[in-house]
């Protein structure tokens, strides 16, 4: 199963399942080093039918990656392999499972084993006449139905990536009921308005608490427009009331020090530029800021470093000079975890980089004082427009 680009790389694939081949199984896909090794979970052949543990299954929304039709073309040369696709995926379990073609959302799926009344508990939150759906206003349903179903002994699967979908929803959930009541006239709030050093204009203060609000953005402000201050008012925001201690911002070299010079100027805070050799940049990462920032060509020889320092927030700047998605900062940007994301950009969202996509969800750690573990973050949302303009994507 391809983990590459090029032809001439190595690329394999083996069986992580227990089932039979001529049955459904997961597969990882691997490629010799340094490549990562991706899950790959097979029930069907069309898309959103599959699951790949890959950044790209998580943000394209197209229900399938490389990886998943490598090892589709693979396993339909297998002996026995049209027959079993012919008669589908019927496990004895059923599945609380995630689909992600054409956006993500949460399916229940009946094992041949489910009895009658797992299935009635499902029917109340669930479409059963739109392939099984939840439907979203029946999202605190969930626990009602884990417990019903718990109760006839019966295993129903729910998957990570499901977990963390439906904890991303609550707790942007919990988050716009908070903000709402920190700040009950919205960005005409006077708690915006004394929340930095600088007044915020309407738009800024409208943009900051958008992005606190979503959680993971993308603010495609014109130029001279002040995504910097909107990015530091949402940090801001975060900090005080959402647990946020660990900020890392990225940014070309030559604006490091004018973020620390930003930072510092509008809300007070100390600001850690990253910079030296690799033990330097050791020790730097061991200091206990509330702020770092680095450039992009010291991401991916410093993942180890920020995924042991483990920032809550993540700013990323000038994101629009990532023009191929394939590059080695690109892929570095998509494997740097955080709850919490603004992604600054200069393009309109129709022709932002795929660096960009950075906003987009994929397997982000909990929000600092979430009770849930493994949360994903709200769907990623856009910002974009001269002041007075809100898209989402």
């Not at 499901?162 to 920190?182: P, Q, S, T, Y």
């Not at 930072?263 to 702020?291: E, L, N, T």
Request: proline fraction near 5%; charged fraction near 25%.
């Amino acid at each position: 199963m391809p983990c590459a680009a090029s032809s001439a790389e190595s690329k394999t694939f083996f069986s992580i399942g227990s089932v039979p081949i001529r049955s459904f199984r997961s597969f990882a896909s691997a490629i010799r080093n340094p490549r990562p090794i991706y899950r790959v979970a097979i029930r069907g052949q069309l898309p959103g039918d599959n699951y790949c543990s890959c950044p790209d299954y998580a943000t394209n929304e197209l229900g399938t990656c490389k990886h998943i039709e490598f090892v589709l073309s693979r396993l339909e040369r297998k002996r026995g392999a049209k027959t079993a696709f012919k008669r589908g995926y019927r496990p004895p379990f059923s599945e609380l499972y995630l689909r992600n073609d054409g956006g993500k959302a949460l399916y229940f799926r009946a094992g041949t084993d489910c009895p009658a009344a797992a299935v009635k508990a499902a029917g109340r939150i669930f479409d059963a006449t739109g392939g099984w759906r939840l439907r979203m206003e029946q999202l605190g349903g969930l626990d009602g139905l884990l417990a019903a179903v718990a109760k006839t002994g019966h295993e129903l699967r729910f998957y990570d990536d499901a977990k963390n979908f439906v904890a991303g929803l609550r707790d942007a959930e919990r988050r716009a009921l908070a903000l709402d009541g920190l700040f009950p006239c919205g960005a005409a709030d006077v708690g915006l308005k004394k929340l930095l050093k600088a007044p915020l204009y309407p738009y800024q203060a409208e943009g900051a608490l958008f992005a606190a609000r979503v959680g993971r953005v993308l603010i495609g402000d014109e130029m001279g427009l002040g995504k910097t201050i909107q990015a530091i008012a949402a940090a801001e925001i975060l900090a005080r009331h959402f647990g946020v201690a660990k900020v890392l911002v990225i940014c070309p070299t030559s604006l490091k020090y004018q973020w620390q010079s930003e930072i510092r100027r509008f809300s007070g805070r100390d600001a850690f530029v990253i910079s030296g050799g690799r033990v330097q940049r050791q020790q730097d990462y061991a200091r206990d800021d509330f702020c770092k920032i680095t450039n992009y060509e010291k991401l991916q020889p410093d993942l180890d470093l920020i995924a042991a320092w483990a920032p809550d927030l993540v700013i990323v700047d000038e994101a629009q000079r990532i023009k191929n998605w394939n590059t080695i900062a690109a892929r570095a940007l998509r494997r740097v975890d955080s709850p919490y994301a603004a992604v600054l950009t200069r393009n309109s969202p129709g022709k932002q980089a795929r660096g960009a996509d950075f906003h987009r969800p994929v397997c982000r750690s909990a929000p600092p004082g979430s009770d849930l573990e493994a949360s994903l973050r709200t769907p990623g949302q856009v910002r974009h427009g001269t002041g007075h303009r809100l898209h989402r994507t």
